[in-house]
């Protein structure tokens, strides 16, 4: 059986799924969250809580609550944690900001970095991390999981 993919999301992915909770980030945070380890860091927890408390996206999005912040937080503090040295966070990406997932994603030995930043996903790759948007993760687990029930069945007929 293939181990439960180690993933990061980026600020972008809980900032679509409040904005959208049946979009295919919303999906992903909210109703397959059992299907992957999600990985983060202070550094990152405190930067999506800061984004979905500015003014000015909350008037735009109307949808993020302080309710749908609390369900990110919830998730964040379920989320396994890494800790990361800001000393050792290598300048990899265009955009600087994004490094600090770059490290999680190192310092986590994660599968994948899900993300819909171009300045990301043009890397594809960072250390043995995937570099992948929504779609290609949730392609991910669905394959795992029609793989992981055909393992089940042909144990079943034995």
Same mark, same amino acid.
């Not at 992903?28 to 800061?50: C, G, M, N, P, R």
């Not at 930043?117 to 392609?139: E, P």
């Given at each position: 059986?293939?181990?439960?993919?180690?993933?990061?999301?980026?600020?972008?992915i809980?900032l679509?799924?409040?904005?959208?909770?049946?979009s295919?980030?919303?999906?992903?945070?909210?109703?397959?969250?059992?299907?992957?380890?999600?990985?983060t860091t202070?550094?990152?927890d405190?930067?999506?809580?800061?984004?979905? *408390?500015?003014?000015s996206?909350?008037?735009?999005?109307?949808?993020?609550?302080?309710?749908t912040v609390q369900?990110?937080?919830?998730?964040?503090?379920q989320?396994?944690?890494? *800790?990361?040295?800001p000393?050792?966070?290598?300048?990899?990406?265009?955009?600087?900001?994004?490094?600090?997932?770059?490290?999680?994603?190192?310092?986590?030995?994660?599968?994948?970095?899900?993300?819909?930043?171009?300045d990301?996903?043009?890397?594809?790759?960072?250390h043995?991390?995937?570099?992948?948007?929504?779609?290609?993760?949730?392609?991910?687990?669905?394959?795992?999981?029609?793989?992981?029930?055909?393992?089940?069945?042909?144990?079943?007929?034995?």
């Amino acid at each position: 059986m293939a181990a439960t993919p180690r993933v990061i999301f980026d600020t972008q992915i809980f900032l679509r799924s409040v904005i959208n909770r049946y979009s295919a980030c919303g999906r992903l945070v909210f109703d397959q969250s059992s299907d992957y380890e999600l990985f983060t860091t202070d550094k990152i927890d405190a930067e999506v809580l800061e984004v979905l *408390s500015r003014s000015s996206l909350r008037i735009k999005f109307p949808q993020i609550t302080d309710q749908t912040v609390q369900l990110i937080k919830l998730l964040l503090e379920q989320a396994h944690r890494v *800790s990361i040295n800001p000393d050792n966070v290598e300048p990899v990406c265009r955009d600087p900001k994004d490094d600090i997932f770059l490290a999680c994603a190192k310092v986590a030995q994660a599968d994948y970095l899900v993300s819909e930043d171009n300045d990301l996903l043009v890397l594809q790759q960072y250390h043995n991390t995937k570099i992948v948007n929504v779609a290609a993760f949730l392609n991910v687990l669905e394959q795992r999981q029609a793989s992981l029930a055909e393992d089940e069945g042909s144990h079943e007929s034995q």
